[in-house]
């Protein structure tokens, strides 16, 4: 459940990014920011994190938060890398 919730809020989180990157670049008129290349690296850290807490304190191995961080990732990265392929 926790690895469901957490891939729903990198989808959350990357629509968040890149709708206020849409936003950002119609008030300026030109591109400003691409919010699906600020969410990598923002969803990098607090997933790569997410795995350190499991393994740290709720007791997971690293082999097993590596296969939820593949999930947790990658599944949101893989979109916000088509939206930047898209938007070229």
């Not at 968040?16 to 923002?42: D, E, H, K, Q, S």
């Not at 304190?57 to 990265?77: C, D, I, K």
């Amino acid at each position: 459940m926790h690895m469901l919730m957490m891939t729903v809020l990198g989808f959350i989180v990357l629509a968040v990014l890149w709708g206020g990157a849409r936003f950002i670049n119609a008030r300026a008129g030109r591109t400003v920011v691409n919010g699906a290349r600020l969410f990598l690296p923002v969803w990098a850290a607090v997933s790569f994190y997410n795995g350190y807490i499991g393994v740290t304190r709720a007791g997971y191995s690293v082999q097993a938060e590596l296969l939820v961080h593949l999930v947790v990732f990658g599944l949101p990265a893989a979109v916000a890398v088509w939206l930047i392929w898209r938007g070229r």
